[in-house]
């Protein structure tokens, strides 16, 4: 028997309808079916293969309840799609390079527990995504808003990661990881993403980003497992798409955080003046620096008050 098959059958149900099929018995375009299906991030399917299931008609079917509100434009559909496979293939590879050794022996006890939590913690972001847009203003319904945005890198990891197995990087990085998604939550922060020794985070004030960029540079700097944390901030409009940040705000301080020295934090002139009054901390001027494809910025070194 193969194990692959009951693997399939316990995840999605028996493969029995052809890329016609499917979308002949949810009543839509096979055209239009193609193209959600590469929205959504999967290869092509052969015509003649028995791949989707009766679950495939009932999302087609659900596709098509959205596309008939008057109020929903159908490009806004294929985005959603598209929105939706990048997260849940992420979430996939991770599920699987995680549990790998229990997912496939204990697939039909692991995957309705998995889509359980996986509902549950949708439904609490979506309602945490929703909180922040509305506490944003008529800006962010129009898909800008006003952030402070950082990134934090590890300060030499390349050199590093020459020097590590694989089982001693995925350490570092798991370290690394536990360490941003406990202090910027902490903080009201928001973990944008991840990319391999470095994160992309914002937080709605001045001093909730100050918080983040300091907690996290000292936590790394006090942990002998880890290099240590440079960060840059910068303050300004955003553009909110599919879960990223963009524009030019994030761009500076992408920028910035290459120009930080290890265990610092280094932030815009503008985040800076907001900072200044707070007694908490001591901003340091630096010379103003110009950066490639934005022009000369003020730059701050923030630390601590003692």
């Known amino acids: 028997m193969d194990p692959w098959a009951d693997f399939t059958r316990a995840i999605i149900g028996e493969p029995e309808l052809t890329p016609a099929?499917?979308?002949?018995?949810?009543?839509?375009?096979?055209?239009?079916?193609r193209r959600l299906w590469r929205a959504l991030g999967f290869s092509p399917v052969p015509d003649d293969q028995r791949f989707f299931t009766a679950s495939d008609v009932e999302v087609l079917h659900a596709v098509l309840a959205l596309r008939a509100r008057a109020t929903i434009d159908p490009a806004v559909v294929v985005q959603l799609a598209r929105a939706t496979?990048?997260?849940?293939?992420?979430?996939?590879?991770?599920?699987?390079?995680v549990a790998s050794d229990q997912l496939t022996p204990a697939t039909h006890e692991l995957v309705p527990i998995l889509e359980r939590f996986l509902t549950h913690v949708w439904r609490r972001h979506l309602l945490a995504a929703g909180l922040r847009q509305a506490t944003s203003g008529a800006g962010a319904a129009a898909g800008g808003r006003t952030l402070v945005v950082g990134f934090a890198d590890l300060v030499g990891f390349t050199a590093l990661s020459q020097q590590l197995d694989d089982r001693e990087l995925a350490a570092l990085i798991d370290r690394f990881e536990a360490l941003v998604f406990e202090h910027v939550p902490e903080h009201r922060g928001r973990v944008v993403k991840m990319i391999g020794d470095e994160v992309l985070f914002s937080a709605e004030t001045p001093v909730d980003a100050a918080e983040i960029a300091l907690s996290l540079v000292a936590s790394h700097h006090a942990d002998p497992a880890l290099p240590d944390l440079r960060v840059g901030l910068s303050m300004g409009p955003v553009l909110s798409w599919e879960g990223d940040l963009l524009g030019p705000t994030v761009n500076r301080a992408s920028r910035i955080v290459a120009l930080a020295r290890e265990a610092t934090v280094?932030?815009?002139?503008?985040?800076?003046?907001?900072?200044?009054?707070?007694?908490?901390y001591v901003l340091r001027d630096m010379r103003p620096v110009k950066l490639r494809g934005i022009g000369r910025v003020p730059l701050s070194a923030l630390r601590r008050a003692r």
């Open 266 to 280: 280094v932030v815009s002139g503008e985040l800076a003046e907001q900072l200044r009054p707070n007694d908490a």
């Open 21 to 33: 099929e499917v979308a002949a018995a949810a009543g839509i375009d096979l055209a239009d079916a």
């Open 85 to 97: 496979g990048q997260a849940a293939a992420r979430l996939a590879e991770a599920q699987v390079a």
